[in-house]
């Protein structure tokens, strides 16, 4: 999306962090997503943070949210093959749930 | 039980053909939605529904017409199919209007030829 980027591809080693940079544009953005897509199935949600929010924590996911440079990042600890995907960064800037999404992020995991 | 399902997974279709995508969910969710997701793997928003209500058309060409028979219920025909209509199509749930934690479904995949 035009409003939303990502880097296109990362490559990380089994047991690594992996990093996932966005940046959106949209200030008023009130929710951020990130999902994830694996080969041939839809997208499922794996966390969300609120915009006044600056970090988020659910088990090996950590979410940073910068608002001034309106920069987001999902970081991945301990990073497993099952966590090969692509994952998508997503804003909500209006009450209708209409989410702005990034191209995607290509996540392969190597052993 | 899958959440949200939609059929057909493939299409194939010619040119100028009709075709429609159908998609149901068992969650009990208000709203539904319609994605087109490129082959760059681009996702856009197509369509919202509300309780069988419209709530979001984005510019889409006219020749898609979605409708929603009931709140379970969100179906898509295409008329007049073009080779630009080649994409994977995904329903999607919410529990709620103005939520994005959307439930989607697997996607149905439409090859133009």
């Known amino acids: 999306g035009e409003d939303v980027e990502q880097s296109l591809f990362l490559s990380v080693r089994e047991g690594d962090s992996s990093v996932i940079n966005c940046t959106y544009t949209?200030?008023?953005?009130?929710?951020l997503y990130w999902y994830k897509q694996e080969p041939g199935a839809g997208l499922q949600l794996l966390t969300y943070?609120?915009?006044?929010?600056d970090m988020k924590q659910d088990q090996r996911l950590t979410v940073l949210l910068n608002k001034k440079d309106k920069h987001l990042s999902l970081r991945i600890a301990d990073t497993q093959t099952g966590d090969s995907a692509i994952y998508f960064c997503?804003?909500?800037?209006?009450?209708?749930?209409?989410?702005?999404f990034g191209a995607g992020t290509q996540v392969v995991v190597t052993p | 039980d899958t959440a949200v399902s939609q059929t057909p997974k493939y299409l194939v279709t010619q040119m100028g053909n009709d075709k429609s995508i159908k998609c149901e969910q068992n969650?009990?969710?208000?709203?539904m939605y319609w994605y087109k997701q490129d082959s760059k793997k681009f996702l856009k928003i197509m369509f919202s529904?509300?309780?069988?209500?419209?709530?979001i058309n984005e510019t889409v060409p006219n020749r898609f017409s979605p409708k929603s028979p009931d709140k379970a219920h969100l179906n898509l025909h295409i008329n007049s199919l073009e080779l630009g209509d080649s994409a994977v199509y995904f329903c999607?749930?919410?529990?709620?209007?103005?939520?994005?934690?959307?439930?989607f479904g697997e996607g149905s995949r439409l090859t133009v030829l």
């Open positions: 999607a749930s919410s529990q709620s209007l103005g939520t994005g934690e959307l439930f």
């Open positions: 949209d200030s008023s953005s009130t929710y």
């Open positions: 943070i609120f915009s006044n929010m």
């Open positions: 997503a804003e909500s800037t209006d009450s209708w749930g209409k989410l702005q």
């Open positions: 969650l009990g969710h208000d709203t």
């Open positions: 529904y509300n309780n069988k209500e419209l709530i």
